[in-house]
């Protein structure tokens, strides 16, 4: 039995298993997002803002829209509300500890001055942020370094914030003392990252099931509860196409709940959710 709360008669907009199926598929079309039968609500939910800003009267009627020529732009907003952005500065603080140790510090050590790093899926910019802070706290003169971060996702509204780098204060806490001067609190209410993070990371719009316009190679990637949203074939691709663009020796950070067993062979376990490319 449907909880009261997922019956039609509660609900403001009619929502019947015919729309959540077209709106399902077409999700996994585009994207290769999986939305299961328990994520129903979910995309009630947050569809149902786009109802009330298009002053539509049910699901049905975005359905249409979704399949008319008008709908092209509106699939990118549908996209941006199925989305799921949690995230904070320095999640998984052991990942940016281990970048430091067993990346950045050697590099240095062995001279090198290229640094490339891409954070895929990198939502509303705190986790390439949280990288930049590293980058540029653990090298000596960054500046004459050529570092660039490259963070993608497909969630449009999510890279504005990015590029604007503009975030509530209760974020500052989670950013560790020794990094916070490059931190400018506004306000009571928000902060905003120093011009030189900023010039660190290139933001840009990427649906990783479509081509992938770099051509590496990366020393790191940064590939964090993005593809719990896929099936395992499609996890397989995306972690084979990584490997690609890695480095020989390239490190692989992944979400905490998420592993490649089963998945490929081409990474192997050194860590908590830290993989090195083996192949």
């Not at 649906?207 to 316009?213: F, G, K």
């Amino acid at each position: 039995m449907p909880s009261p709360a997922a019956t039609q008669e509660d609900r403001e907009f009619a929502f019947s298993v015919r729309d959540f199926q077209f709106l399902a598929s077409l999700a996994n079309e585009r994207t290769g997002i999986v939305l299961a039968d328990h994520k129903r609500d979910m995309v009630y939910s947050r569809i149902s803002r786009r109802l009330r800003a298009l002053h539509l009267k049910s699901f049905a009627e975005y359905c249409e829209l979704l399949k008319s020529p008008q709908g092209v732009e509106e699939l990118g907003n549908m996209v941006n509300a199925i989305t799921t952005n949690l995230t904070h500065f320095f999640r998984e603080k052991h990942h940016f500890e281990h970048l430091r140790d067993s990346l950045l510090l050697p590099m240095q050590q062995q001279g090198a001055k290229r640094l490339r790093i891409w954070s895929a899926g990198c939502s509303s910019g705190m986790e390439p942020y949280s990288i930049a802070m590293t980058v540029k706290n653990s090298l000596r003169n960054v500046q004459s370094w050529d570092a660039k971060i490259l963070a993608t996702d497909i969630d449009t509204t999510m890279l504005d914030r990015g590029v604007r780098g503009e975030y509530m204060i209760e974020e500052y806490n989670n950013i560790p003392p020794e990094y916070r001067g490059d931190v400018e609190c506004q306000s009571r209410e928000m902060m905003t990252m120093s011009d030189f993070l900023k010039s660190l990371i290139t933001f840009k719009y990427l649906n990783l099931l479509e081509d992938w316009p770099m051509k590496g190679m990366f020393d790191a990637i940064f590939c964090r509860n993005v593809v719990i949203y896929f099936d395992r074939a499609t996890q397989a691709r995306l972690f084979d196409r990584m490997a690609e663009l890695l480095s020989p020796t390239g490190w692989l950070y992944i979400g905490h709940s998420e592993n490649l067993t089963k998945v490929t062979d081409r990474f192997e376990l050194v860590g908590r959710t830290i993989y090195r490319r083996v192949n």
